[in-house]
């Protein structure tokens, strides 16, 4: 048994320890946001916020996260107005949205390590995979909410 | 059965970009200005289990008496914004308050019940607006005219004197008026002596305009509802392996193997793959697949590679051929002071690879199923369902999702197929979804293609012959269409046969079918995206060849072509076209004509002395002819740039002992944030009698371009995709 805490509520899941988070988040506490693109680590679609660091939960066995605090796109604000995901409606970003998740996820972290970012260090610090090919949205969006914060 | 409904997640927070038209041009500005504004809204769960609704207009409209009006959407949405434009295009007819509608799914088992109400539910070809803007305005106007008919029944007028805006009727010489929402229900029951007239693109007042599409607010915080994300109680999880050689089939596979693994895996044996269901998660399932050793019987195809393939392709370019395109004599003598050119192009396999990999949630049950996906069509994977179950159409309730990426390949059913495979089997609800690996190797490929080139120009640097055979596989043929009497692929040849430029007076195209193993299928403008490669550079070459710069040799080749001519001007207008570069940076231009559209580009690339490629900027100019939502088709062409870039640069599925290779994101590459370039969108709406599509028509230009922008910087020629594949060092 281990215990998660997922966006605030206390979890205790009855999974093998080989389990990757994402399968864990979305099959037994079934919070669906986070997306599966890979599971190799590649594509970021299944980013989430453990202890406050963003990872790649289709590789991040739960065998290791007994006790942690795992914040998923649902829990990353109470009423959808965080800067990044107003920065993300203002600019239009999503077109199928399957990447959006993980994109938000990334971004909200990538900002507090970069509050000022450049569109170098945006493409250095980001490198989810869109497929529908968002980038240039993105890429502005992650500016805005970079100004939305420090306003 | 309501085992998947979700709380709706009623959100009106929106942001509306404008659109600010040119004065007195056809140019579209697409400026973002966001602010709070007012628009149509949709549930994170796009379908609704009952397929019908008290206070219905008809089957298209609710309305009820708070005056919220719910539009049913027949097609589906994948990111390209449909499901705004074509509720957007029933209310410039409905002149409801666009702040009170709700969009949702209409349903594919009413569709099937009641003739075809709904029309076709495909989103293909480019072609859902199109295929809809006749039918959907025809509905919202004789809503409207219903309604006003109601209101004038009411006051005892003629409707003739009354008008409708804004959700509200009109009693024009009195001034008294009547809400939508009081005159719904008289309104579904009045009988027009005659349809009204739909409005001509002149009277629009509200299509055009930019609006936040409905989708995105789900799309920030997770409660989008796709395919994959349904939960259906008592369900198990099901992962799939496929034969590795495709079309090949299972021998035989030891089940014992999985016995006491989590979960209570049960194999299921298919005829060309072997599945796995297990209680609790997807991992346990997919573990357990991974024990197995299944034995395939793979045939001649298991001793195949991509070297051969791409030998005998070449070898049939100068084997039989049927002609496409015969116009003068490509045969006659060179004129003096001309020249000859020929040269061959090569593409790969390609995989669609949608960013949310196949799956399908089934529940089967003796007398109905429900299957919960993202497919293109709904209506067709109805058709599917009811015969992979053995029931009728309408016994089948198919909840059509958001769509996580399309592209052509959400519109086979072999997903649903392997689901209620499982589901008779194991006898509960199945979740079954393909690993990324499964997604890509079995992917519905882009047909590989080779392409010989011939061309003369005449003295004055102009074309005076071109002759083009293509050897390639048949979507055509894939899909069980009947070919036309001259035994060509019209889509394998697609782009070829003319491409706009009518003034070269000796012209050949010719189709040679070849095909692998492997099956094909319809890719994100089939055809032309990798046809429009090999013919712009192929006019590039002969263009530089004789000094021409290539934008003007397009130019003199499109004489004539005013359509053409203005999407390929402000192309390079926009595009900065003849402005000074640095040393190791070029620009290309390229053009074409799809899904009804026009689109014209300019890529600026830098090569580094080491070889390095960015490409730094991409111009976008495209012609719908009509724009519903200039917002949504500027992202379709951004889209469109990522989309065809990620192929130019790494995209190929090559086949080794019948295998396809490439299975995941570190093989199977795609252009990420560092490889984006910047990419400026134009849009024209040069009007006639056709509205092209949008989803499309910016993938096939942008190899071209970047490639002819790569020879601009370093006088290499790029003659196969993928780019990667080059060695650029030295050159710049
Ligand atoms: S699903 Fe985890 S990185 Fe792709
Ligand atoms: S929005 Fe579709 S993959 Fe990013």
């Known amino acids: ?151 | 059965m309501d085992g998947n409904r979700t709380t709706p997640i009623l959100t009106r927070r929106h942001f509306i970009v404008t659109a600010a038209t040119a004065a007195g041009g056809l140019m579209i500005g697409i400026s973002a200005m966001p602010h709070l504004a007012r628009a149509a809204s949709v549930m994170g769960q796009p379908w609704n289990d009952d397929t019908a609704a008290a206070h219905e207009i008809d089957a298209w409209i609710v309305i009820d008496p708070d005056d919220s009006v719910l539009i049913r959407y027949q097609r589906s949405e994948m990111g390209q914004g449909s499901m705004t434009a074509v509720p957007m295009m029933l209310n410039e007819e409905l002149q409801a308050d666009w702040s009170k509608v709700r969009i949702e799914y209409a349903s594919a088992n009413r569709n099937h019940r009641e003739k075809k109400i709904y029309g076709d539910q495909n989103s293909n070809s480019s072609r859902t607006i199109n295929g809809s803007q006749v039918l959907v305005q025809k509905v919202g106007a004789s809503a409207r005219e219903r309604l006003i008919a109601a209101a004038a029944a009411k006051w005892g007028v003629a409707a003739t004197e009354c008008a409708s805006a804004n959700s509200v009727v009109t009693h024009k010489p009195s001034g008294r008026t009547l809400r939508y929402g009081e005159l719904a229900a008289a309104a579904a029951t009045v009988k027009l002596d005659k349809e009204p007239a739909i409005k001509t693109p002149d009277q629009f007042t509200f299509i055009g305009k930019s609006q936040p599409r409905v989708d995105v607010v789900h799309k920030i915080n997770g409660a989008a509802k796709f395919g994959m994300d349904a939960q259906v109680p008592g369900m198990v999880y099901a992962a799939v392996l496929q034969c590795p050689v495709p079309g090949g089939k299972l021998k035989s596979v030891d089940e014992a193997v999985v016995a006491g693994m989590p979960g209570n895996p049960v194999v299921v044996k298919l005829a060309d793959a072997v599945a796995v269901a297990a209680e609790g998660t997807w991992w346990r399932a997919r573990q357990a697949l991974a024990r197995l050793q299944p034995e395939w019987d793979v045939g001649e195809a298991g001793n195949t590679d991509s070297a051969q393939f791409f030998r005998e392709y070449r070898a049939a370019l100068d084997g039989p051929a049927k002609t496409a395109r015969k116009q003068g004599d490509v045969d006659q003598a060179v004129p003096a002071g001309g020249k000859t050119f020929e040269a061959v192009y090569e593409t790969p396999y390609l995989s669609h690879s949608p960013m949310e990999p196949l799956n399908a949630t089934v529940h089967l049950q003796a007398d109905r199923i429900d299957v919960w996906v993202g497919t293109q069509d709904a209506y067709e994977a109805t058709e599917k369902v009811a015969k992979f179950a053995g029931l009728e159409a309408e016994q089948v309730y198919l909840h059509n999702s958001f769509v996580g990426g399309g592209f052509g390949r959400r519109d086979v059913s072999d997903e649903i197929a392997h689901a209620i495979a499982v589901a008779k089997v194991v006898k509960k609800p199945v979740k079954l979804i393909w690993s990324r690996e499964e997604d890509t190797r079995h992917d519905k490929m882009r047909p590989m293609a080779v392409t010989r080139f011939k061309g003369v120009t005449g003295a004055d640097g102009m074309p005076t012959a071109l002759s083009i055979r293509t050897v390639a596989g048949s979507i055509v043929k894939a899909a069980g269409i009947p070919l036309p009497p001259n035994g060509v692929d019209f889509v394998a040849v697609a782009g070829l046969a003319g491409n706009g430029y009518a003034s070269i007076p000796n012209v050949n195209v010719d189709y040679v079918m070849r095909d692998t193993h492997l099956p094909v299928w319809w890719w994100r403008a089939p055809g032309q995206n990798q046809n429009i490669f090999a013919l712009e550079s192929f006019i590039d070459e002969m263009a530089t060849a004789n000094g021409q710069d290539p934008y003007q040799f397009r130019r003199k080749m499109l004489a004539g072509k005013a359509d053409w001519l203005a999407v390929l001007d402000a192309a390079a207008e926009k595009g900065d076209w003849g402005k000074p570069l640095p040393k190791g940076t070029g620009r290309g231009i390229a053009i074409c004509d799809d899904a009804g559209s026009l689109c014209a580009q300019v890529a600026e690339v830098t090569v580094s002395p080491k070889g390095e490629l960015k490409v730094n900027r991409v111009t976008v100019v495209m012609d719908t002819h009509y724009i519903v939502n200039p917002l949504s088709i500027a992202e379709q062409a951004e889209g469109s740039v990522i989309f065809g870039l990620s192929a130019a640069l790494y995209g190929k599925i090559e086949v080794k002992n019948g295998v396809p290779v490439q299975g995941n994101f570190d093989t199977y590459r795609m252009v990420r944030l560092a490889q984006a370039p910047k990419i400026d969108v134009h849009l024209l709406a040069s009007g006639g009698p056709k509205w092209g599509g949008a989803g499309e028509p910016a993938v096939p230009p942008l190899s071209g371009a970047v490639a002819n922008a790569i020879f601009a910087a370093t006088g290499k020629r790029i003659r196969s995709l993928p780019i990667m594949d080059h060695d650029l060092s030295g050159s710049t």
């Not at chain 1, 988070?21 to 099959?27: G, T, V």
């Open chain 1, 1 to 151: 048994m281990i215990t998660l805490t997922v966006n605030g509520t206390q979890h205790q899941v009855d999974l093998e320890p080989d389990t990757p988070l994402l399968w864990a988040i979305r099959d037994a506490v079934g919070l669906t946001g986070t997306k599966f693109g890979c599971g190799i680590a590649q594509c970021g679609a299944c980013t989430v916020h453990v202890n406050g660091q963003a990872m790649r939960s289709c590789s991040v066995p739960i065998g290791g996260l007994d006790g942690a605090n795992v914040t998923t796109i649902e829990g990353l604000s109470p009423d959808s107005k965080h800067p990044v995901q107003a920065a993300w409606l203002a600019e239009d970003v999503p077109q199928c949205g399957w990447c959006q998740s993980g994109q938000i996820m990334a971004a909200v972290a990538f900002l507090k390590q970069n509050p000022a970012p450049t569109d170098a260090d945006i493409d250095a610090g980001i490198t989810n995979i869109c497929r529908c090919g968002t980038y240039e949205r993105l890429r502005r969006a992650i500016h805005r909410a970079a100004d939305l914060m420090k306003a």
